[in-house]
């Protein structure tokens, strides 16, 4: 019977350059979604088992008779990029010469000076002279000037040392911060005009933030500021976590993701990443997170309630989940995601001379790892520090290792139950919480210290450096600033592609 | 009988690059050593193995030094081997300790890895620059996961492959579009590295001190390309060592990892070939990331090495790590027995002349005890190694092994006994065994002593 049937594929999952494009053989991976007949796993009796006795699946799947593959697609916007490309089959050299100019002033996103370009107008006529035509001898060209290294970096300054950028480097690092990509002709016009100051400036900046472009901003700022790399870099024991698949790691990801473009878009408050009562989830995050199933396909705003135990980017999978090792939830680490991700603090890496955790005995009752690292508060030497980075992550004690709630904490050593989960805690400055709810309460208050840490994170992020003690005034002008706008996000964001760190080298 | 056992390809290598040495530009380096035969000493070739999560040191740990010593459970499938190899213990690397996983990536490089550090060269890469010029292939690197373990002098990690198949065909086919056609391809990149390094040499005298670092780095990278573009050229006109017979039939296939042994096995015999055939001298091969060591299907265990070594003292768990460290070294072994069958061009086991470090940046997963490191190092009799003993960096810095005591044990592969005992100085001693002159490698404080 025929039926059309709809697949939510991660394609980057199945065809996978880097690790040479495995695409029978991705049943070997933790994350395979296709898999074929000639694949031996399924011939290995210790590999997993698809039919019961009765010939039924024992997993939801789906047989294909064939599937058909359509491609390369080379849609007209792409083919439009390339016109003009290269020069007319028989074009003089000093036509070669314009053509290649404004072409590297394109890639090098400044004027160039018609000197600077020989060495590539020389490789341009070896390759003529070696018997290539017009076309070929050209792509020698375009190649050198795409490795060369005003391509390949942001180049800023001359020799002789100047405080700010000029209009061109301004354009590329307005451009790179919001697009992550060249200026569009708009910006180049704009800084041939000498344009980008003031109310000119503050209109360039108003179209970048609506160009859908902003949404490369979108996924990669969050990416970095949350670390959503470390997602999935110890994948959860299939034991432990039956439940964790590729799907609802991706769906984590993007959660994290939509959730940063819903308070971006709507322009809302710092406050929601802390805590909130909505979130952005699929229907299989909605099932993972015990929340009703949504009316539509796709990630869409849905409603959390206080039982629901989430809201905010803290309690939400993928950060409980890279803050995890697989097996076990990191109360430390994610303590040190707490001081890194919300008050920009990086705490030293542990001394080299700290003792070993030793295993549980198998014949002493089960321990949990809160009352493994009390070690922690009691040794002077660890407690320095500790005592900052602990009560930042047991807060999110009742989440295991994939972010599922839980009230016992499950380990596999000992006797006796598994015991019962406490996720209280108190702060340096002494403040005390019972739980991941209070401890968010408590994260309101300190919402200037968030404030503070975000804008520093947006800067790093533009500024693409490290920030020093000599950039605090500036901190605190875009502070001042998104305090008078409430703490909402996407004028937080404009605040710093406006502010005078960006201007300066 | 293949081909590849009587080396006769070897003469027409020889008489190809003499005909083409007349004509080869060498701008910045020696590009390409033409014959064989002006080289003062054999071929030596190192290969280092990696394990990810260190072992169940349990079972792993022999407590005896020096000659005498017995073979630990883990390391029974080597006694074979004994003359052959020298187990070592008490080693670490500092920059390694406290910070867990990041172990795999200094683990030949014994860099340090903070916010504002940078990793440096790795071992095998110093190597590669003094027998690059006199081999195809300027290393190889081989990770399951696509990382290697191999890392630039700009602190850039080289990727791997991971495909048995991608690997042969890298190594012994001859590219499909014919020997015109690739000459014209680099010839052309020749071109553009060219107008590359004249545009950066008009900039050079134009610059503030503070760019020169950045424009140093792109410099050395256009330069080695170029280098390595000249070399390709030369050795186009060399044909492919050809691959028969059994060789082929055991090397030129896809074996997916879900068959471990069958994965570990092939990927040494590619490494093997290699050095056989000359294809290069230097291999690093990562049999996992930290994070994704490989399960063992065929043993049952399903389990990642990570996942094993976070045992928490399940009795199950650590059995189960004990046998997938044992599986690790039982390929290790086939890999040596192998190396000693194969005769190298002088007629001796190419054992002799092939360094083998195995071992992991972690001895103790359970808690990320990155001291008294596993490593075990073998043959290269040839190149100067003395074998036939435990070498025990620990002796005389505490009171003895306490196998019964875990939690002493587990103090000792986490905080370095002796702590002078860096891994780099094994390091420095592998790089000068291969003709590396230097007498610092990393944070070496001394070169190891073997015997």
Same mark, same amino acid.
């Given at each position: 019977? @025929? ?20 695409? /029978? ?84 996103? /400044? ?80 800084? /041939? ?92 995050? =909605? ?77 002493? @009752? ?15 030497? =660890?407690?320095? =520090? ?72 947006? =800067? ?46 | ?11 027409d290598r020889r008489r190809a690059l003499r005909g083409l040495g007349s004509f080869i530009a060498l701008p910045f380096l020696e590009c390409m050593v033409p014959a064989r035969a002006a080289e003062p000493l054999a071929p030596r070739r190192s290969v280092f193995i990696y394990i990810p999560n260190g072992v169940n040191t349990l079972d792993y740990q022999i407590t005896a030094a020096g000659k005498d010593y017995a073979f630990s459970r883990t390391l029974k499938p080597l006694e074979k081997h004994r003359q052959s190899i020298t187990p070592i213990s008490g080693l670490h690397h500092p920059g390694g300790l406290g910070h867990h996983h990041n172990c795999q990536k200094i683990w030949l490089t014994g860099g340090q890895l903070g916010p504002t550090d940078r990793n440096t060269i790795s071992v095998d890469q110093r190597m590669a620059e003094v027998t690059s010029p006199h081999t195809r292939f300027h ?63 008009? #900039? ?10 950045? #424009? ?72 996992? #990331? ?84 596993? #490593? ?76």
């Open positions: 019977m @025929p039926a059309s049937l709809d697949f939510n594929v991660v394609a980057t999952d199945i065809i996978s350059r880097d690790k040479g494009g495995h695409h /029978r053989n991705i049943l070997g991976g933790s994350n395979y979604i296709f898999t074929h007949t000639s694949e031996t796993r399924l011939l290995n009796p210790t590999g997993p088992k698809l039919f019961d006795e009765a010939g039924n699946g024992i997993f939801s799947f789906v047989l294909l008779d064939w599937i058909e593959w359509e491609g390369p697609i080379v849609s007209e916007a792409e083919r439009a990029t390339r016109a003009g490309v290269l020069p007319p089959a028989e074009a003089a050299p000093e036509a070669v010469a314009a053509h290649l100019q404004k072409f590297a002033e394109r890639a090098w996103r /400044r004027p160039v000076a018609p000197g600077e370009l020989a060495p590539y107008l020389n490789a341009y006529a070896a390759e003529r002279a070696a018997g290539e035509d017009v076309a070929a001898a050209y792509q020698v060209a375009l190649l050198g000037v795409l490795t060369s290294r005003h391509f390949t970096y942001l180049v800023e300054g001359d020799a002789a040392p100047r405080a700010r950028l000029n209009d061109w480097e301004l354009a590329s690092r307005l451009s790179y911060f919001l697009w992550s990509s060249m200026p569009d002709d708009a910006l180049v016009t704009a800084a /041939r005009g000498a344009a980008l100051t003031g109310s000119g400036l503050a209109a360039q900046v108003d179209q970048m933030l609506a160009d859908p472009k902003i949404e490369r901003f979108i996924a990669d700022f969050p990416r970095q500021w949350l670390q959503l790399h470390r997602l999935g870099m110890f994948p959860p024991d299939g034991t432990l976590y039956p439940d964790y698949d590729v799907w609802l790691e991706a769906s984590m990801r993007e959660e994290a993701i939509g959730y940063f473009r819903e308070v971006f878009s709507q322009n809302l408050p710092l406050d929601a990443f802390l805590s909130s009562d909505w979130t952005v989830a699929n229907a299989r995050l =909605c099932e993972f997170y015990r929340l009703p199933a949504p009316p539509a396909a796709g990630f869409q705003r849905v409603s959390l309630r206080p039982e629901d135990h989430r809201g905010g980017l803290l309690t939400m999978g993928a950060i409980l989940g890279l803050t995890s090792d697989g097996t076990r939830h990191r109360p430390v680490h994610r303590g040190v995601w707490v001081s890194e991700a919300i008050f920009g603090k990086t705490p030293p890496p542990p001394p080299a001379n700290v003792e070993p955790i030793e295993p549980n005995p198998p014949d002493s @009752p089960k321990a949990t790892i809160r009352q493994k690292i009390k070690a922690h508060a009691q040794n002077a030497n =660890c407690a320095a =520090c500790h005592r900052k980075i602990d009560p930042l992550g047991l807060a999110f004690d009742q989440f295991d290792a994939i972010g599922q709630w839980r009230t016992r904490e499950r380990v596999e050593s000992g006797t006796g139950d598994d015991p019962p989960v406490d996720a209280s805690g108190e702060l340096p400055d002494g403040r005390r919480y019972r739980d991941a709810a209070e401890f968010k309460r408590l994260l309101l208050e300190d919402r200037d210290r968030f404030l503070h840490a975000f804008a520093e994170q947006l =800067c790093t992020y533009a500024l693409r450096r490290v920030l020093t003690v000599d950039d605090r005034e500036d901190i605190r002008a875009i502070v001042g600033e998104a305090k008078q706008k409430d703490y909402r996000l996407k004028d937080i964001v404009r605040a710093v592609a406006l502010s005078d760190i960006i201007q300066k080298r | 009988m293949s081909h590849i056992a009587t080396q006769s390809w070897l003469i290393s190889l690197e081989v990770a399951n996961k696509g990382e290697s373990l191999a890392w630039t002098a700009d602190g850039i990690r080289l990727p791997g492959m991971s495909r048995c198949r991608e690997i042969f065909a890298h190594l012994f086919e001859e590219p499909k579009d014919g020997t015109a056609a690739q000459r014209r391809a680099l010839r052309r990149k020749g071109s553009v590295l060219d107008a590359n390094l004249a545009e950066v040499h008009s #900039l050079e005298k134009k610059m503030g001190a503070g760019d020169k670092g950045r #424009l140093d780095q792109y410099l050395t990278a256009v330069r080695e390309t170029e280098i390595r573009t000249q070399r390709a050229d030369a050795w186009l006109d060399v044909p492919r060592p050809a691959i028969a017979g059994a060789d082929r039939q055991r090397a030129d296939r896809e074996v997916p990892q879900t068959q471990a042994g069958e994965y570990f096995r092939t990927i040494y015999d590619l490494i093997l070939l290699a050095f056989q055939t000359d294809a290069t001298r230097v291999a690093t091969f990562s049999s996992g #990331l930290e994070g994704q060591g490989l399960a063992i299907p065929e043993l049952g265990i399903s389990q990642s090495r990570h996942e094993l070594s976070h045992h928490n003292g399940d009795p199950g768990h650590m059995e189960k790590l004990t046998q997938s460290d044992t599986f690790a070294v039982e390929q290790f072994s086939y890999f040596l027995t192998r190396l000693s069958e194969t005769k190298d061009l002088d007629g001796r086991p190419l054992l002799d002349t092939t360094m083998a470090l195995f071992g992991s940046g972690m001895a103790y997963g359970h808690s990320h005890g990155n001291a008294n490191l596993p #490593l075990v190092l073998a043959g290269g009799a040839g190149c100067g190694l003395k074998h036939g003993t435990h070498l025990d960096l620990n002796q005389g810095h505490f009171g003895g092994y306490q196998l019964d005591n875990p939690g002493e044990h587990y103090r000792l592969c986490s905080r370095p006994a002796n702590a002078g005992a860096h891994m780099s100085n094994l390091l420095l001693l592998m790089a000068r065994a291969m003709g590396v002159e230097t007498d610092r490698f990393g944070d070496s404080n001394r070169e190891l002593t073997l015997g």
